[in-house]
Structure formats: structure tokens, C-alpha cells
């Protein structure tokens, strides 16, 4: 008798601790649960909040092949820093909306209510914004003295060339991140020299035409 | 029969020299009218136009196998002038101005730093150059530095052993994208350089010391000019 009451005995005991380590876990998980949403921040992740990305990335095709591309203004992929980063003002992350504007479905079409950056000044066509119009996107978050600390060019380029020009933002590497000094000349260089010879043949033209006259 | 006197002999050949060395000697002046001047190499350097790229530099450096850590050209950004977006910088070149008197020849206790008498150029013989450093440490315009490589002093000679040689223009010259700079002789008053200074205001630095430097700047225009 005596061992059959130990036996339970100790079984009991068993129990009783396995109960008391149960209710235990349960505790815990509950003060893990309640750090996980306190009540301050209610923010649910519902599915019916669509991407803001998802539009646009359904023709403008993200992570595509070129050569699956279509148009310009399709082609190739969409990555940088932007999309991984939130808007100084409404602390909200960067749509493609935050920079290139309020888009209508007319924008198709070419009417003008999408921020094109186009970068190419010595190309034939207008551009449909002009560099300060372009560049005032850029500036509302990135501020001259910061960009001046980061190269003193900034400063005198500021609104006269597109920052599109040096800068590519989809690529996956950015062209001016880590640059090295001797292609960063080069793109001075290159430009600068395209200027002086556009402005030489220009003076020869006039002088030619007043020749002729 | 004439009887050639000790007297006559020697008046006659008075004579003979008299007559001979003065055509000797007006044939040499009428040589050296016909000989070339010497060539006194300047640089212009368009403060106005430069954009501050470096470009120059880094041919330097290219061109004549110029090490890392020294310079013999460098561009001096200062600025900016005005409030943003509408500012500038300025740029002046800080290199050997080739001085027609030269403080850093006249201190060189081996005769390794020289004028070369043909072009006015100002360079160094690497042979003969001891590193005593007199040389840096006299130059007013501080251009002068010890080459790690050859432990001898070193600086601009206007690319002369090596884009010269060849019959080109000074690497950093070539290498402009603005052309902000101008290299010619100073004594052909029809040389590109020789016209950049007579048509625009030019200013050299230090000239109080004496030392006649023949680099040139078109001023920035803008602020106080150095």
C-alpha cells in the first residue's frame, strides 16, 4: 500500500510541476504578445492596402529584362536607395509617386503631369521640364549644404544641369556612388569639352553668316 | 724694284687686319640678326574660364610618371561666392612660374637646378641634384618638393623631357576641357600666349620680389584677386 500511495505521490508531483510550467509558458507568451502590439500603435497589416508601387510596376515593369522591356521609359529595373528610404516629410517610405509626381492615366498620352528626368543637355529634343523644375524635386529633400559637404560642384550646378544628368537612380548601382576621381574628371571633362565645341561652332556660324552678308 | 721695308710691311698689314676684322665682325653682326631669339616659354592660366575639374592634374601626373602624395601642378578651390543656387568658385593654379631670375637656380650648390638658355625653361638635373632641399625651401611660390622615387628635388618643367620632346603641348594644357590654358613664347608677340596677355587684364604673383615669373592669370573677376 504504502508504495502504491508513494507512486501516486510522486506522479502528482510530476503533474503539479508540468501544470505549474504550462501556466507559466502561457504567461509569458501573453507579456511576449503584448510587447509585440501594444495598444499605443495600431497598425495593421491588411492585405487590402495595396502597394503604391504595384500600379506603376505593372506596365513599368520591375526586375524585367531589357529585352522584355517596352519603350523607354521601360526599360530595366527598378532599384537604389529610394525605395528602401522614408520621405523626410510624411516619414512615409518613397513611392515612385513622391518623385515623379501626381500621375493621370493620360500621362500615356504625353500630357504633361508626370516628372520626367531626363538628363541628356545636349540632346535635340526639349526636355518637358526644364533642370530647375526637374532638380526642385530632388531639393525638396536633399539639402544644398549637405549635398556641398558631400562635392562642391553641387553647389555650382544647382539648378543650371538636371541632377539626372551625373545621377541615375534605378540602376542598381548609382553611377556617382564611389566614383572614382579619375571618372568623375572625365565626366567634367566630356561635358565641359561638348559645351566649348557647341559654342565654337556656333561663333563660327554667326561670323560665317556676317561674312556672307 | 720695290724693296719691302720693314715699315711698309708692317703698315700694310696693319692695314690687311684693320680691313678684314671689320668685315669679319660686320659679317658676324649681320649672322646674328638672322640667328632666332631664344624663347622665353609663359602659361596663361584663365581664371575666368576654369572649371576646377583637376583634369590638368591628373595628366600631369600621367604624363610625367608624378607619384602620389606630390603635386607639381595643383588647382586651389576658393569659395563659394554668393548664396545658393547661384554660386561660384574660384581657381587658381599654384605651379613653377618659371622665374627669368630664379631664386631656386641661384641657391643650388650643385648647379642641378637651371635655366635652360633656349626656351627660359627651369629645370632640374636629376644627375647632379644632391636633395638639400635649399631649392623648396627658397621658392617663393612653394612648387618645389623632393620626388619620392628619385629623392631628388623635383617640379613643373613644362612637360619639356617629355610631351615637348614630342612636339606637343604641356600635358595639362592639352588635357583642358575649357581651354583655360595657354602655353607659347612670350618673345613671338604672335603667339596665342603673347596675345592673351597684351588683350586681357593679367596679373602674376609676387612679382614685387623680383623674380620676373612668366605664369600669368586672367582673374577670376570676382572677390579679392590674389
Same mark, same amino acid.
Given at each position: 500500500?504504502?508504495?502504491?500511495?508513494?507512486?501516486?505521490?510522486?506522479?502528482?508531483?510530476?503533474?503539479?510541476?508540468?501544470?505549474?510550467?504550462?501556466?507559466?509558458?502561457?504567461?509569458?507568451?501573453?507579456?511576449?504578445?503584448?510587447?509585440?502590439?501594444?495598444?499605443?500603435?495600431?497598425?495593421?497589416?491588411?492585405?487590402?492596402?495595396?502597394?503604391?508601387?504595384?500600379?506603376?510596376?505593372?506596365?513599368?515593369?520591375?526586375?524585367?529584362?531589357?529585352?522584355?522591356?517596352?519603350?523607354?521609359?521601360?526599360?530595366?529595373?527598378?532599384?537604389?536607395?529610394?525605395?528602401?528610404?522614408?520621405?523626410?516629410?510624411?516619414?512615409?517610405?518613397?513611392?515612385?509617386?513622391?518623385?515623379?509626381?501626381?500621375?493621370?492615366?493620360?500621362?500615356?498620352?504625353g500630357v504633361k503631369d508626370v516628372m520626367r528626368f531626363d538628363g541628356d543637355i545636349f540632346s535635340d529634343e526639349k526636355p518637358m521640364y526644364t533642370a530647375e523644375e526637374?532638380?526642385?524635386? =530632388?531639393?525638396?529633400?536633399?539639402?544644398?549644404?549637405?549635398?556641398?559637404?558631400?562635392?562642391?560642384?553641387?553647389?555650382?550646378?544647382?539648378?543650371?544641369?538636371? =541632377?539626372?544628368? =551625373?545621377?541615375?537612380?534605378?540602376?542598381?548601382?548609382?553611377?556617382?556612388?564611389?566614383?572614382?576621381?579619375?571618372?568623375?574628371?572625365?565626366?567634367?571633362?566630356?561635358?565641359?569639352?561638348?559645351?566649348?565645341?557647341?559654342?565654337?561652332?556656333?561663333?563660327?556660324?554667326?561670323?560665317?553668316?556676317?561674312?556672307?552678308? | 724694284?720695290?724693296?719691302?721695308?720693314?715699315?711698309?710691311?708692317?703698315?700694310?698689314?696693319?692695314?690687311?687686319?684693320?680691313?678684314?676684322?671689320?668685315?669679319?665682325?660686320?659679317?658676324?653682326?649681320?649672322?646674328?640678326?638672322? #640667328?632666332?631669339? +631664344?624663347?622665353?616659354?609663359?602659361?596663361?592660366?584663365?581664371?575666368?574660364?576654369?572649371?576646377?575639374?583637376?583634369?590638368?592634374?591628373?595628366?600631369?601626373?600621367?604624363?610625367? #610618371?608624378?607619384?602620389?602624395?606630390?603635386?607639381?601642378?595643383?588647382i586651389i578651390r576658393s569659395g563659394p561666392i554668393g548664396e545658393f543656387p547661384n554660386q561660384e568658385y574660384e581657381f587658381f593654379r599654384q605651379s613653377c612660374q618659371h622665374?627669368?631670375?630664379? +631664386?631656386?637656380?641661384?641657391?643650388?650648390?650643385?648647379?642641378?637646378?637651371?635655366?635652360?638658355?633656349?626656351?627660359?625653361?627651369?629645370?632640374?638635373?636629376?644627375?647632379?641634384?644632391?636633395?638639400? #632641399? *635649399?631649392?623648396?625651401?627658397?621658392?617663393? *611660390?612653394?612648387?618645389?618638393?623632393?620626388?619620392?622615387?628619385?629623392?631628388?628635388?623635383?617640379?613643373?618643367?613644362?612637360?619639356?623631357?617629355?610631351?615637348?620632346?614630342?612636339?606637343?603641348?604641356?600635358?595639362?594644357?592639352?588635357?583642358?576641357?575649357?581651354?583655360?590654358?595657354?602655353?607659347?613664347?612670350?618673345?613671338?608677340?604672335?603667339?596665342?600666349?603673347?596675345?592673351?596677355?597684351?588683350?586681357?587684364?593679367?596679373?602674376r604673383t609676387k612679382v614685387q620680389l623680383g623674380t620676373e615669373p612668366n605664369l600669368y592669370h586672367i582673374p577670376f573677376g570676382k572677390g579679392e584677386h590674389r
Amino acid at each position: 500500500m504504502n508504495s502504491v500511495l508513494k507512486k501516486f505521490a510522486k506522479l502528482s508531483a510530476v503533474f503539479g510541476v508540468m501544470l505549474f510550467a504550462t501556466t507559466v509558458q502561457a504567461e509569458q507568451a501573453k507579456t511576449e504578445a503584448k510587447q509585440e502590439s501594444p495598444v499605443a500603435s495600431f497598425e495593421q497589416k491588411l492585405d487590402n492596402v495595396r502597394d503604391p508601387n504595384h500600379y506603376c510596376a505593372q506596365c513599368h515593369n520591375l526586375d524585367v529584362a531589357k529585352d522584355q522591356a517596352v519603350g523607354t521609359n521601360h526599360a530595366g529595373k527598378f532599384h537604389g536607395v529610394h525605395l528602401t528610404k522614408e520621405n523626410p516629410a510624411t516619414g512615409k517610405p518613397i513611392t515612385c509617386v513622391s518623385c515623379h509626381g501626381n500621375i493621370s492615366e493620360n500621362h500615356r498620352k504625353g500630357v504633361k503631369d508626370v516628372m520626367r528626368f531626363d538628363g541628356d543637355i545636349f540632346s535635340d529634343e526639349k526636355p518637358m521640364y526644364t533642370a530647375e523644375e526637374q532638380n526642385q524635386v =530632388c531639393f525638396s529633400c536633399h539639402r544644398p549644404k549637405d549635398l556641398r559637404e558631400k562635392f562642391w560642384a553641387h553647389d555650382v550646378h544647382a539648378m543650371k544641369l538636371p =541632377c539626372a544628368s =551625373c545621377h541615375t537612380l534605378h540602376p542598381e548601382k548609382e553611377a556617382m556612388k564611389e566614383i572614382k576621381t579619375k571618372e568623375r574628371v572625365k565626366l567634367c571633362v566630356d561635358c565641359h569639352g561638348e559645351q566649348r565645341k557647341r559654342k565654337e561652332a556656333a561663333q563660327q556660324m554667326t561670323t560665317e553668316q556676317k561674312d556672307k552678308q | 724694284m720695290t724693296t719691302c721695308s720693314r715699315r711698309n710691311f708692317v703698315s700694310g698689314v696693319g692695314a690687311l687686319i684693320l680691313t678684314t676684322g671689320t668685315i669679319v665682325s660686320l659679317k658676324a653682326q649681320g649672322e646674328s640678326e638672322k #640667328q632666332e631669339k +631664344p624663347k622665353r616659354y609663359a602659361m596663361v592660366h584663365d581664371e575666368s574660364v576654369c572649371i576646377g575639374c583637376t583634369a590638368c592634374m591628373e595628366a600631369c601626373r600621367e604624363t610625367n #610618371q608624378v607619384p602620389e602624395g606630390v603635386s607639381r601642378l595643383e588647382i586651389i578651390r576658393s569659395g563659394p561666392i554668393g548664396e545658393f543656387p547661384n554660386q561660384e568658385y574660384e581657381f587658381f593654379r599654384q605651379s613653377c612660374q618659371h622665374c627669368t631670375n630664379a +631664386p631656386c637656380v641661384a641657391v643650388c650648390p650643385t648647379g642641378a637646378s637651371y635655366i635652360d638658355p633656349t626656351t627660359g625653361i627651369v629645370d632640374v638635373n636629376r644627375d647632379l641634384c644632391v636633395g638639400c #632641399q *635649399y631649392c623648396v625651401a627658397v621658392c617663393p *611660390y612653394r612648387v618645389r618638393f623632393i620626388h619620392p622615387v628619385h629623392k631628388t628635388a623635383d617640379k613643373c618643367n613644362f612637360c619639356r623631357d617629355t610631351n615637348l620632346a614630342k612636339g606637343k603641348q604641356p600635358a595639362c594644357v592639352e588635357a583642358c576641357p575649357t581651354k583655360a590654358l595657354t602655353f607659347g613664347d612670350m618673345n613671338d608677340s604672335n603667339s596665342a600666349v603673347a596675345r592673351k596677355v597684351r588683350e586681357n587684364p593679367v596679373y602674376r604673383t609676387k612679382v614685387q620680389l623680383g623674380t620676373e615669373p612668366n605664369l600669368y592669370h586672367i582673374p577670376f573677376g570676382k572677390g579679392e584677386h590674389r
